[in-house]
């Protein structure tokens, strides 16, 4: 089975879909599949690599628009390619494009990773052949019911939608050095707060900030991000120098050393273009409680209130303070909150997530 997955960015660009693209091509690989990925490169220049196993075609891009790379050598490459299965990764109008006109795929799949957000007038100009992109694919992954429900899009395509949530890597977050782990909360004191996220508008990390004014425990900001600059900006205007840290880019072999150091994980997000939140089940696989915001998407259905840990409106600072506040004054409901999100993680394997990724491509080839 030849299966292209296309998406815009690849690793080592760093971001949930681009994680969650090279976490399924490597484990489509070692199921047995012929797995390529498209994308488009930083650079004006196309290259051909392999990444830890996966061939990866990086297509010449000269310049973007809105973050949509414009590359007329994608462009070749998808004419060139034919794949048995196309999986597809929403947002990314010049990949669906490409599909919808030059596609030669026996089959197209699309993993509907988030509604379009923040381009309003732009999403004006594309929703008609979006509409058309969604038509055209067979079947369309959503990782939770809950987008389906409460996007104008899905919800008009739920007969041909399939809920097939992400995974992870469990044991990578559930085996660590607890020496190591001891190292950080000495560094930064307790309690401790954890954030992980790129460091984009949607993650609202502003209301967090303004939050920990009134909460006494030091904060952990694990990411880099086009809103880094105004966000460290607002912490030292806030008065925060002292009890929140900004560390960038945490290695992958580190990164479980921090879930592990953490009283409690937060996940500040604003708008919907936070879908699922991968980071709350990399929490949850450490024993950590989780703080989430409620937006409609999957990070409600991920983290569960009153079982796995707390969920509050958007965009309220006052919420977040209260919510944070109860959990670090109940140790005894922290321990219980996380060792049932330590449960609920088994359910987002990445394991879980191939399988039914390949029975789904299986069952579409069969037809």
Not at 174 to 200: A, D, S, T
Not at 223 to 233: F, I, L, N, S, V
């Amino acid at each position: 089975m030849r299966v292209l997955q296309v998406y815009k960015d690849y690793h080592p660009v760093l971001g949930g879909i681009e994680n969650h693209v090279k976490m399924l091509a490597e484990g489509l690989i070692q199921r047995g599949l012929d797995v390529q990925v498209l994308v488009t490169n930083t650079g004006p220049r196309t290259a051909i690599e392999e990444i830890e196993g996966v061939p990866v075609i990086k297509a010449g891009c000269p310049f973007r628009i809105s973050g949509a790379p414009i590359s007329p050598s994608f462009y070749a490459w998808m004419r060139r390619l034919k794949p048995d299965i196309a999986h597809l990764h929403f947002p990314n109008p010049p990949g669906e494009l490409g599909q919808l006109f030059l596609g030669q795929s026996r089959r197209f799949v699309l993993t509907y990773h988030s509604d379009v957000v923040r381009q309003k007038y732009l999403l004006r100009l594309y929703k008609p052949f979006l509409w058309k992109v969604l038509a055209k694919a067979d079947r369309i992954i959503a990782a939770t019911p809950n987008h389906i429900q409460s996007s104008s899009y899905l919800s008009q395509m739920a007969k041909k939608c399939i809920i097939i949530p992400y995974g992870i890597n469990l044991t990578h977050f559930e085996n660590v050095g607890m020496g190591q782990v001891e190292v950080i909360k000495r560094r930064y004191g307790c309690p401790l707060l954890l954030f992980v996220g790129r460091l984009r508008y949607y993650k609202g990390l502003q209301y967090l900030l303004e939050a920990m004014r009134q909460i006494e425990a030091r904060l952990l900001v694990v990411g880099t991000g086009p809103m880094e600059r105004e966000w460290r900006a607002l912490a030292e205007e806030l008065g925060l120098q002292d009890k929140t840290f900004f560390l960038g880019e945490v290695p992958d072999e580190e990164l479980p050393l921090y879930y592990h150091a953490c009283d409690l994980f937060v996940l500040p997000a604003s708008h919907r273009s936070e879908a699922f939140g991968v980071v709350q089940v990399e929490a949850m696989a450490c024993g950590k409680p989780i703080i989430c915001t409620e937006l409609g998407t999957g990070t409600s259905y991920v983290n569960v209130h009153g079982e796995t840990g707390l969920v509050v409106p958007p965009r309220d600072p006052k919420a977040l303070v209260e919510a944070i506040n109860q959990l670090l004054a109940d140790e005894a409901l922290r321990r219980r909150l996380g060792k049932r999100g330590g449960e609920r993680a088994r359910e987002f394997s990445k394991e879980a997530m191939v399988e039914r990724i390949v029975e789904l491509y299986e069952e579409l080839l069969s037809t």
